[in-house]
T-cell receptor, first 111, second 117 residues
Framework: DAKTTQPNSMESNEEEPVHLPCNHSTISGTDYIHWYRQLPSQGPEYVIHGLTSNVNNRMASLAIAEDRKSSTLILHRATLRDAAVYYCILSRPYNNNDMRFGAGTRLTVKP | DADVTQTPRNRITKTGKRIMLECSQTKGHDRMYWYRQDPGLGLRLIYYSFDVKDINKGEISDGYSVSRQAQAKFSLSLESAIPNQTALYFC????????????????FGEGSRLTVL
């Protein structure tokens, strides 16, 4: 299974942009890149996903490297509510059963 | 009300007891999943079901069983609980992903914390 590598933790200041990196050097051509986050005492929630092109939604942006071996989740203005564990996951089309949630990156947002 | 509801939210039990964790959903999704979360290990898939007649083992199914009683209900059982099954358990649902770009977002419940003494 293709795996992802993320830093264990990152810190950010409130209202500043945050760039959360993810390496996935063994990604296959059909793997989608997903990001979920888990707020304290809650289940994970979907943030964004993409295949090749950069993606934007109301929560975040996803920048995907041209060779697709890495990606970056961008929070444009971090808030205290964005403090969470962020998971970068690869998944084949039409499958959810192959989603592997690793340890993720714990983001701390300082006021 | 939550779309994906797990009961109980917290449970303390003793080694050897049978435990059932229940999950119900109002999202109308066909697919349901049970995950386990341990500190530092992320979430690991225990079982998943793509419809009422379809049950599949995940990464760590040993010591667990499941029942899909209806489209909306998916239960996880520990026939004889042991201390290393102490963990936070999550149920999730998704639709079958149709169309390009749809990969089937997972919707999680709030979790059931199980402690086995």
């Amino acid at each position: 299974d293709a795996k992802t590598t993320q830093p264990n933790s990152m810190e950010s200041n409130e209202e500043e942009p945050v760039h959360l990196p993810c390496n996935h050097s063994t990604i296959s051509g059909t793997d989608y890149i997903h990001w979920y986050r888990q707020l304290p005492s809650q289940g994970p929630e979907y943030v964004i996903h993409g295949l090749t092109s950069n993606v934007n939604n109301r929560m975040a942006s996803l920048a995907i490297a041209e060779d697709r071996k890495s990606s970056t989740l961008i929070l444009h203005r971090a808030t205290l509510r964005d403090a969470a564990v962020y998971y970068c996951i690869l998944s084949r089309p039409y499958n959810n059963n192959d989603m592997r949630f690793g340890a993720g990156t714990r983001l701390t947002v300082k006021p | 009300d939550a779309d994906v509801t797990q009961t109980p939210r917290n449970r303390i039990t003793k080694t050897g007891k049978r435990i059932m964790l229940e999950c119900s959903q109002t999202k109308g999704h066909d697919r349901m999943y049970w995950y386990r979360q341990d500190p530092g290990l992320g979430l690991r898939l225990i079982y998943y079901s793509f419809d009422v007649k379809d049950i599949n083992k995940g990464e760590i199914s040993d010591g667990y069983s499941v029942s899909r009683q209806a489209q909306a209900k998916f239960s996880l059982s520990l026939e004889s609980a042991i201390p290393n099954q102490t963990a936070l358990y999550f149920c999730a649902t998704s639709v079958f992903p149709l169309g390009q770009g749809r990969t089937g977002e997972l919707f999680f419940g709030e979790g059931s914390r199980l402690t086995v003494l």
